[in-house]
Nanobody
Framework: VQLQASGGGLAQPGGSLRLSCSAS????????MAWYRQAPGNEREVVAQ???????NYAESKKERFTISSDIADNVLYLQIDSLKSEDTAVYYC?????????WGPGTQVTVSS
């Protein structure tokens, strides 16, 4: 299983970005998928999770500006980030779980700066 995140880049504060994660298998086969991020000097933290049944879970501080979704037909997981802040600067990782196995993509860099 391979995951590939994309859509990162340089964005201005207050702007929006949509990250995408494609998978080498059908995403509905996963028990759940999630987005994590890791800022410089910090531990990797969960941002949002989407279960196979469509239930979403967000880290407490991520509920207002982050939206996780998927397009089953296109086999893509998304993370919409609105009202970008400098503290959103991080490498964002796509994660998937299938039974006891966890899969990670290589991450996409998001830099928020004016």
């Amino acid at each position: 299983v391979q995951l590939q995140a994309s859509g990162g880049g340089l964005a201005q504060p207050g702007g929006s970005l949509r990250l995408s994660c494609s998978a080498s298998v059908r995403i509905f086969s996963f028990d759940y998928m999630a987005w994590y991020r890791q800022a410089p000097g910090n531990e990797r933290e969960v941002v949002a999770q989407l279960t196979r049944r469509g239930k979403t879970n967000y880290a407490e501080s991520k509920k207002e500006r982050f939206t996780i979704s998927s397009d089953i037909a296109d086999n893509v997981l998304y993370l919409q980030i609105d009202s970008l802040k400098s503290e959103d600067t991080a490498v964002y990782y796509c994660h998937a779980r299938l039974g006891p196995r966890h899969y990670w993509g290589p991450g996409t860099q998001v830099t928020v700066s004016s």
